[in-house]
């Protein structure tokens, strides 16, 4: 998810309706994030959404790897 305050991808601007998810929910502890608002059966905005995220997932794990194989500790990361 990402932060109220963060840099949102401009595909999510483009193709999602979006908002913030504490305005949405109101449960003590609720996260302060910007989350995609879509229907229940508004299949291509789900499936898209999770294509991005999976892409995005993706991304991550790969720099990690190579970090991990290069014996580099990760910029950013504690331990």
Request: proline fraction near 4%.
């Amino acid at each position: 998810m990402y932060g109220v305050g963060g840099a949102l991808p401009a595909v999510y601007t483009e193709r999602f309706r979006t908002r913030i998810y504490n305005e949405r929910v109101v449960h003590p502890g609720v996260w302060n994030k910007i989350v995609v608002v879509a229907r229940e059966n508004d299949d291509e905005a789900i499936l898209n959404h999770a294509l991005i995220q999976s892409r995005r997932r993706h991304r991550t794990q790969a720099l990690r790897s190579r970090y991990l194989a290069q014996g580099i500790r990760q910029p950013g990361r504690v331990g």
